[in-house]
């Protein structure tokens, strides 16, 4: 089983200053993911953000983490407090953490607090802490900036396990990372009595598996290829849609089931056509109108649960696109001449639809491929 950290972030700016003193660098694939917090860099050149930039840059180009974290040390002025931490996953469990001079990771596990065996030494005038573990389904993650565990409340300082108990009563409900991070932001809103003081950014993460989807849209070029684009569409976990009423009924005559129109919702199909049911599809709506619909409403929402519009077609792939985080597209070239993009008629409009829509996907930090025939 495949693990996908699931991750949000938010950086709170004082009321005083324009830009936030802190940096969030967060990075993902399906074998990799990074996320780093550097907080106020004061003498630094540019801020803590040129910083944040270039230990991503690095990661990214899969340098080690500890030359990544040498090479940040080493270009720091002497004797400047700049606190930063970085998690690295590879493979989906294998966790790599350091921080230095910053708040400790918090990790919630089956609802108790793990302490993680840190290895502590001094490099450059540094305190860094190192730790390597295994990540596992359910695990909640926070990194905070070091203006969050300055936190004062209730005529008190909080402490790190103070927030600790905080987050762990927070994962009580195996909330996601969304929910983690705005009930984190919350926390420190209530209870901060000197929040004008100081920046604070927080990254909170929700380990769980891999969500993947297929989508089907548009007849193959050549027909004798028919089946096989089905059956890499039956042979995908995860949610199975086809966007396109000749692909259905190419779909429904291979698998040998009858494809069905569903009963339409209340105040009938108005701006998207029909759905139709068809045995071990999730999905089958019309083509280009109701992809481009579907991406209408997406940019409308940031999350699942805020998407608009009735429960049509639309809106119904719109969520099952939000809702994974790896998404295949298998797209016909076949053309029809009541649905081209170019002069030349030799574009199909899905083609273009599709592009734009996997653009948007991939900006959320969706992983998207594409396969034509």
């Excluded at 049911?277 to 109108?289: D, F, H, K, M, P």
């Excluded at 076949?334 to 030349?344: E, F, S, T």
């Amino acid at each position: 089983m495949r693990l996908w950290i699931e991750s949000a972030h938010q950086s709170r700016v004082r009321t005083d200053a324009e830009m936030c003193s802190n940096a969030i660098s967060t990075f993902q694939t399906e074998e990799r993911f990074f996320a780093i917090i550097v907080s106020g860099a004061g003498r630094v050149e540019g801020g803590a953000t040129p910083i944040a930039d270039r230990a991503a840059c690095m990661l990214e180009q899969e340098t080690p983490l500890d030359t990544v974290v040498e090479t940040l040390l080493a270009a720091l002025p002497k004797g400047e407090h700049v606190p930063f931490s970085m998690l690295q996953v590879l493979e989906g469990n294998r966790a790599y953490l350091i921080d230095c001079d910053a708040p400790p990771l918090f990790m919630i596990r089956d609802g108790r607090l793990v302490v993680l065996p840190v290895i502590e030494e001094e490099s450059h005038g540094h305190w860094v802490r190192r730790c390597e573990f295994l990540l596992q389904d359910g695990d909640h993650i926070a990194m905070v900036s070091e203006g969050y565990i300055r936190i004062k409340g209730w005529s008190r300082q909080w402490g790190w396990r103070d927030i600790a108990t905080s987050i762990r009563r927070l994962t009580d409900t195996r909330c996601d990372a969304e929910q983690l991070l705005g009930a984190l932001v919350r926390t420190y809103e209530r209870l901060a009595q000197d929040e004008a003081a100081r920046d604070v950014s927080v990254v909170a993460m929700f380990v769980r598996p891999l969500r993947s989807a297929t989508l089907w849209s548009g007849p193959p070029a050549n027909r004798q290829l028919e089946q096989d684009v089905l059956d890499k569409l039956m042979a995908e976990p995860g949610p199975r849609m086809i966007c396109g009423d000749t692909t259905a009924e190419i779909a429904a005559r291979l698998l040998g089931e009858e494809l069905a129109m569903e009963p339409p919702p209340e105040g009938g199909w108005a701006e998207v056509p029909p759905v139709s049911r068809l045995a071990g599809i999730s999905l089958v709506t019309e083509g280009a109108v109701t992809l481009g619909k579907a991406r209408e409403r997406m940019a409308k929402a940031q999350r699942v649960r805020d998407l608009p519009g009735p429960e049509d077609g639309a809106t119904r792939l719109a969520q099952l696109l939000l809702t994974a985080d790896k998404i295949h597209f298998l797209v016909g070239l076949a053309v029809n001449p009541a649905q081209v993009a170019d002069k030349a008629g030799k574009v199909p409009l899905r083609r273009i639809v599709i592009e734009d829509l996997m653009r948007d996907l991939k900006a959320r930090g969706k992983i998207v491929s594409i396969e034509h025939f």
